[in-house]
Structures are given as structure tokens and as C-alpha cells.
């Protein structure tokens, strides 16, 4: 299990560096496509069934891989070791499912939205980072809960990355031009 751990930790790091090369395309894209949304709505779930065991503590169904009772008992389990990681889960995969459909929805502000989306993401990349880092390295136990929460929000980054340079440039281009247009320096 352990292994497994280390091996998603290796992906996410991989992942926090391609998404560099990733944002460097902007080309014209659209807002964040439904799998963004699929996988917030899997996300919550699983960070529901988090919730479930470490308010509640159950035991928590682990299958083959890991011990998942061992992660959700440790001094780790809780931010602050008031406010259970799940919970946080829960507060940050609906926030990315409320920005997604309300980028969606509302053109005026799906720029800002998609960026806000991308920035959720990669704080949750890094927030489960160190999550992930901890099960094999200082808890000694891995969650396959948390390790699938983590490939989640990974998946949610890479698939946010392209949508968000293109939303920065965007933005960047109106910027320029409305200084431009608003007596500002004008160009050659």
C-alpha cells in the first residue's frame, strides 16, 4: 500500500510540473467540459464517505490495499486537529462544482471563475501532496480513499490547466485594451 503511495505522490509532482507546460497554451478554449464536473461530483462522494468515518468513527472499507482505519485515527486526519479532511473535501469539491456550473452559466464571469476553478485545484494538488506524503513517510499507513480523492483533484488540475491560460489571456487582452482604448498609451 505504501508503495501505491508513493507512486501517486511521484504522479502528482509530475503533474504539478506538466501543468506549467500545459498553461502555456492559450489557445482559444472554452470553460471547463462536464468531466470537470463528473469528477467533482466522484470527488464528493468520496470525500462524503471520509466525512462519514471520521465524524462518525466507522470503520471504513479498505479493500486490499492499505489501512485505511490507521489514516483516518492518526493525528493527521483532522486540519488543526479541529476540522476533519473530509469535511474539507466535501467544502472544496462543491466549491469547484458551484464555480464550474456558475462558469457555465454566466459568460460575464466564466474568465475569473475558470481561473478561480484552476487555482482550487492546485491548492487541493498541494494540500493532498502533503496528505499523501504523510501515509507512507510519518503515518506508515496508506487510504485508498485518499489516494483516489487525490488522483481526483490531480485529474481536476490538468483538466482546468488549458481552460485557465486561455481565460488569463483572455482577460489579460481586455486589460490592455480597455487602457488603450481609455486615453492610455497608445500603440505604434
Known amino acids: ?24 497554451r492559450t489557445e482559444a478554449e472554452p470553460p471547463p467540459g462536464g468531466a470537470v464536473a463528473l469528477l467533482a461530483v466522484i470527488g464528493l462522494g468520496v470525500a462524503a464517505y471520509l466525512t462519514f468515518v471520521e465524524i462518525g468513527g466507522s470503520e471504513a472499507v479498505c479493500g ?10 492518526s493525528d493527521f486526519a483532522r486540519l488543526f486537529g479541529m476540522i476533519p479532511i473530509g469535511v474539507l473535501g ?18 460575464d464571469v466564466s474568465d475569473p471563475l475558470t481561473l478561480a476553478l484552476f487555482a482550487a485545484a492546485v491548492g487541493g494538488v498541494l494540500l493532498s501532496a ?12 496508506t487510504c485508498a480513499w485518499c ?24 482577460m489579460r487582452s481586455r486589460r490592455r485594451t480597455m487602457r488603450f482604448s481609455l486615453g492610455g498609451p497608445r500603440p505604434l
Open 130 to 141: 502533503y496528505l499523501t506524503f504523510l501515509e507512507p513517510f510519518v503515518i506508515g499507513a
Open 90 to 107: 466535501v467544502i472544496g469539491y462543491s466549491v469547484i462544482l458551484t464555480m464550474w456550473a456558475a462558469a457555465r452559466l454566466n459568460r
Open 147 to 170: 489516494l483516489t480523492a487525490a488522483v481526483i483533484i490531480t485529474a481536476l488540475m490538468w483538466l482546468t490547466a488549458p481552460p485557465a491560460a486561455a481565460a488569463w489571456s483572455r
Open 64 to 73: 486490499p490495499v492499505g489501512d485505511c482505519n490507521a489514516v483516518q485515527q
Open 1 to 24: 500500500g505504501n508503495s501505491i503511495s508513493v507512486a501517486v505522490l511521484a504522479v502528482m509532482a509530475a503533474a504539478l510540473i506538466g501543468v506549467t507546460v500545459r498553461m502555456r
